[in-house]
């Protein structure tokens, strides 16, 4: 199966998919997520529009807060321009794309015109103006939470597609745990059994991903990992160390006690649900091995 996602300023080249598009009804594939398909010019490949109520929201937030970051630095670098610190022109645009560049989901948002100015007095000064982009704010109003697929299966129907298409997501996300969720540095592989090596890494990382998703379900958690691990990692554990001495002799040996910190009271209700009991005390390696 291949599947290929496009951007919200991608659109398909064809009239009669992008009529295709606008014309047929949504169905609904899960809660809070609608497709419409669309069969390609050729026959040989769909596309599927889908918007998601969630994605729609978190978007609009996301841009929101690019938005009013922008705005602020276009602020600053307009006011700089007009005391007279900021002089060069090439400076000023390479302050600009560096804005752009950090609030890049907000980039098209403003038309920014840059010219010099000259005073009465002879002096040469910047000029910074900006204004809002009108279309890019109607895009983005129609565009947030929606999405174009497109694949090669033409005789499935929309839910089936949903499922496959979340299916090979997940495939794709168990290579990025390694990197992301186990912060392993990624290592360039030239040898076969070096890449056996990270595939066996990368399948077991993505097996104990999906085994605590499913604890989680089961206990009534959802089904989002990271939401727990970040919980846990909270949950420190320290060395207590202590110098023992023989009466009226040489030092003894000295005592190593690893003990756990109290979780609070999220962490407990954590804990409970998942049938977790912390313990006061781990022990540590070399003592294992004493027994």
Same mark, same amino acid.
């Given at each position: 199966?291949?599947?290929? +996602? ?22 609904? /594939? ?9 069969? +390609? ?12 109520? $969630? ?10 807060? @690019? ?16 005391? +007279? ?24 948002? @403003?038309? /920014? ?8 007095? $002879?002096?040469?000064?910047?000029? /910074?103006?900006?204004?809002?982009? $009108? %279309? ?38 168990? @290579? %990025? ?23 066996? /890494? ?13 604890? #989680? ?8 990992? %990271?939401?727990?691990?970040?919980? @846990? ?15 009226? $002799? ?32 781990? %022990? ?6 004493? #027994?």
């Amino acid at each position: 199966m291949a599947m290929r +996602g496009y951007s919200r300023d991608s659109r398909p080249d064809c009239p009669q998919v992008c009529m295709g598009l606008v014309e047929r009804d949504w169905q609904e /594939v899960q809660a809070g997520v609608e497709v419409k398909l669309v069969p +390609g010019p050729d026959g040989t490949e769909t596309f599927i529009l889908a918007r998601s109520r $969630g994605r729609r929201a978190k978007e609009k937030a996301m841009h929101g807060r @690019f938005l009013d970051r922008l705005e602020e630095g276009l602020k600053k670098l307009v006011a700089s321009a007009a005391s +007279g610190r900021l002089k060069d022109a090439g400076e000023a645009r390479e302050r600009l794309g560096r804005l752009r560049e950090r609030y890049w989901r907000a980039a098209g948002a @403003f038309d /920014v015109t840059i010219a010099p100015l000259e005073k009465p007095e $002879g002096k040469m000064r910047l000029s /910074v103006t900006w204004k809002r982009n $009108g %279309r890019w704010g109607e895009w983005a109003a129609v565009s947030e939470g929606c999405y174009l697929l497109r694949t090669n299966l033409v005789e499935t129907d929309p839910a089936t597609l949903w499922k496959r298409y979340i299916q090979l997501t997940e495939a794709e996300w168990a @290579f %990025r745990i390694t990197k992301d969720e186990l912060a392993i540095r990624p290592v360039w592989h030239q040898t076969a059994d070096r890449v056996k090596g990270h595939i066996l /890494v990368c399948f077991l990382a993505y097996a104990m991903w999906k085994t605590l998703a499913q604890w #989680m379900r089961g206990a009534g958690l959802g089904d989002a990992p %990271r939401t727990v691990l970040e919980e @846990f990692a909270r949950i420190k554990s320290g060395d207590v160390v202590l110098a023992t001495r023989l009466a009226n $002799g040489p030092p003894g040996k000295t005592l190593r006690l690893r003990c756990v910190t109290s979780p609070d009271e999220g962490q407990k209700v954590l804990l409970c649900r998942l049938g977790l009991a912390l313990p006061q005390r781990l %022990r540590r390696i070399d003592e294992v091995a004493q #027994m």
